[in-house]
Nanobody, 125 residues
């Protein structure tokens, strides 16, 4: 049984930084694409970033490019999202997600097979 547990959310002022973590249990996530998504109140879940199954390809939404960085630590079965220069519009619940082995990363939430419970990020102006 795969479980994903996010942590690291919180309240931060605009311009600040946070690092989100997503720890995976059950099976290792090497050779699995991992993604981060977010959902603000009243809005649909939107793509933020993914790292491909090889760990080499990273892809970002235009809205976070240059500010957010996705990375992995296979030894810890953990994927991170470093968020810098945060803006009030980054406020949302952030979710990590995992695809089954062998599939490349995707910007579509429906392509992911496993999800964490989410962690709240609030950026004050």
């Amino acid at each position: 049984q795969v479980q994903l547990v996010e942590s690291g959310g919180g309240l931060v002022q605009a311009g600040g930084s946070l690092r989100l973590s997503c720890a995976a249990s059950g099976r290792t996530f090497s050779s699995h694409a991992m993604g981060w998504f977010r959902q603000a109140p009243g809005k649909e879940r939107e793509f933020v970033a993914f790292v491909g199954w090889s760990g080499i390809i990273m892809y970002y939404a235009d809205s976070v490019k240059g500010r957010f960085t996705i990375s992995t630590d296979n030894a810890k079965n953990t994927v991170y999202l470093q968020m810098n220069s945060l803006k009030p519009e980054d406020t949302a619940v952030y979710y990590c997600a995992k695809r089954d082995r062998g599939y490349e990363g995707s910007v579509k939430a429906k392509d992911y097979d496993y999800w964490g419970q989410g962690t709240q990020v609030t950026v004050s102006s």
